[in-house]
């Protein structure tokens, strides 16, 4: 059985499978190894990922990127209300106090919860390893920022749950950054010699996190 690992980006997601004694971060359809973390409405169909990043300039307002950090937060949060108004795209508040999207999608007015958006794209993203594998994909596991809170967390897994994958785990990025830099590594010291100490920085589009490992 192979494994398979979702990076949700704050612009780009990756797909990795672990296969033949390797990691391997698969291509999707246009041959490319990262897909834009976007999803477009149109007025006929909705597409996700580099279709929908075509999509920013001529139809932003109803092109959804950047929506990663609307994860378990509260719509009146002062940083949600900070970002309302750099958005091309309409957010309103949900019934249970979250973030919604308002689009126009075939031709009508719809709100999706930021759960909803990221069960979309993770769709995509299910389909480019089930293409890759020729085989349907259940198991999974996801990568968050090791600075998401709990309700952060949460509400990834619900995203999951959605599109009917099973995460068996929410794996922080430092601990995948440093599990792939050690997986294979063969000068490591013994368990009963003086570790080596091994600083990982993740300079991302939206966060930059810093981990020091043992």
């Known amino acids: 059985m192979s494994v398979v690992g979702f990076d949700l980006g704050f ?10 004694g390797g ?7 246009f041959s490319d190894r990262c897909t834009p973390a976007v999803v477009s409405f149109g007025s006929k169909n909705r597409t996700i990922g580099v279709a929908a990043k075509n999509q ?3 139809n932003a307002n109803n092109t959804v990127s950047c929506f990663k950090k609307f994860h378990g937060r509260a719509f009146n949060d002062p940083l949600i209300q900070k970002e309302k108004s750099n958005l091309p795209y309409e957010i309103v508040h949900m019934n249970s106090g979250g973030v919604g999207v308002k689009v126009m999608y075939l031709e009508e007015e719809s709100i999706f919860s930021v759960e909803q958006i990221t069960a979309m794209l993770l769709s995509k993203l299910k389909e480019t390893a089930e293409y890759n594998l020729k085989k349907p994909v259940t198991d999974c596991v996801i990568s968050v920022p090791s600075f998401f809170t709990d309700a952060e967390r949460r509400s990834v897994l619900d995203a999951a749950q959605i599109v009917g994958l099973n995460c068996l785990k929410l794996m922080n990025d430092m601990t995948a950054v440093a599990l792939t830099y050690g997986i294979y590594k063969q000068d490591l010291p ?3 010699e003086k570790p080596k100490i091994v600083v990982f920085v ?6 930059f996190q810093v981990s020091a490992c043992a």
Not at 202 to 207: A, F, K, L, P
């Open 11 to 20: 612009l780009n997601c990756h797909v990795a499978i672990a296969r033949a």
């Open 23 to 29: 990691i391997e971060t698969v291509a999707n359809e």
């Open 56 to 58: 920013l300039i001529t």
């Open 190 to 192: 013994a368990p009963e």
């Open 202 to 207: 993740d300079m991302g589009h939206s966060s």
